[in-house]
DNA sequence: GTCTATACGCTGATAGAC
DNA sequence: GTCTATCAGCGTATAGAC
């Protein structure tokens, strides 16, 4: 995959890309990237500010979790959870791990909080009634990442191993019920 | 809180505790613990063999949520809720930015796996009863950190400003029938 | 404009003299 | 035990060649 012939732009894009879901941010150097791209170090400053800015230009929006969240209103809970279960070597375990390991950067915690509501917290809060129809929704994406951090980020023994009809059926009916209970008192 | 009178081993644990939990693991160098504590940067590698053995070495061991996971097993749920909601400015807040700042490095991420099951899992597994009360035991972890994350590492507006009674139920009913709800079948 | 060469100030870490 | 000197590597800035 070295020297392509890409525009030394894009190539820079993938190659940080593939490095930074890989390694982390911590331990992706922009040497490294320049390296993959085959171009100079310095090259990768000039097109993007720095490395942060470079992080922040190629966090891909999420695609296939906005399906889910239009879908059928009654089976988002245990839904959200198969698509943790099933993502756990996906690309886009890598870009959570990346994107946790960056989030003492105030920008990228920024960018992070703003992703939750725009995808998630915001969509789902139109669509769920009760008296407090956002805050369900950011408790909802609340348990939601609690899952995807266990999985993805602590990659706990437990639940790598666990029966996951058992887990489907455990957290994401409470998922639901965070969703579609009843008003409490 | 400049040169203190401690022997310089405690002087750069104080030091480094406070710095780490102040700036997270990646913005705190070496260099400034040792200013901190008044020594050399080098005795601080000396003692402690490297910057993340010293993180390592002065993480605490969570108290005061032991003493909730101890307490009666029908109300842990919103009992955890509300101490989320009431620590957001403890040091214990702190010290978990720190460490999922620092997850990237692989012993400090089999720490944080150690400790969840350690505090968390373990003690309560032996309290739910069940089919699963190791399973039951892990997603309520799952959920505690996905609100932690939620409310202390993202901070997000919607729970800050939430009435917190209204987050307590809500979250916290869900957390306990994670727990102690009739077996699935 | 696009890119390279070079360099600055910083980091964590080491070797060896007091 | 502690400090001095020094290391290679980091992110970044700038000057100037194509």
């Known amino acids: 995959m070295p020297p ?5 732009r894009d190539a820079i894009r993938r190659a940080a890309g593939e490095l930074f879901v890989r390694d982390g941010y911590g331990a992706t150097t922009v040497r490294a990237i320049a390296a993959a791209a085959g171009c100079d170090p310095a090259l990768v400053i000039r097109h993007f500010g720095s490395k942060e800015g470079l992080f922040l230009a190629i966090l891909p ?4 979790l906005t399906q889910i969240l239009a879908g059928p209103l009654d089976s988002i809970g245990r839904e959200l959870v198969r698509y943790v279960l099933e993502g756990a070597e996906s690309p886009l375990a890598g870009v959570y791990r990346a994107m946790v ?13 703003a992703s939750i509501h725009d995808v998630f917290v915001g969509p789902l809060a139109e669509r769920v009634g009760g008296t407090y129809p956002e805050l369900r929704a950011r408790l909802a994406a609340a348990q939601f990442a ?5 999985c993805w980020l602590v990659a706990d023994p437990v639940l790598v191993c ?3 009809d058992a887990v489907v059926t455990l957290y994401g009916d409470a998922i639901q019920r965070l969703l579609t209970s009843p008003d409490p008192t």
């Open 4 to 8: 392509q012939n890409l525009p030394p």
């Open 61 to 64: 929006v999420s695609g296939s």
């Open 162 to 164: 666990a029966e996951s």
């Open 101 to 113: 390991s960056a989030s003492d950067r105030p920008e990228i915690k920024d960018r992070l909080r």
């Open 146 to 150: 609690g899952l995807i951090n266990a």
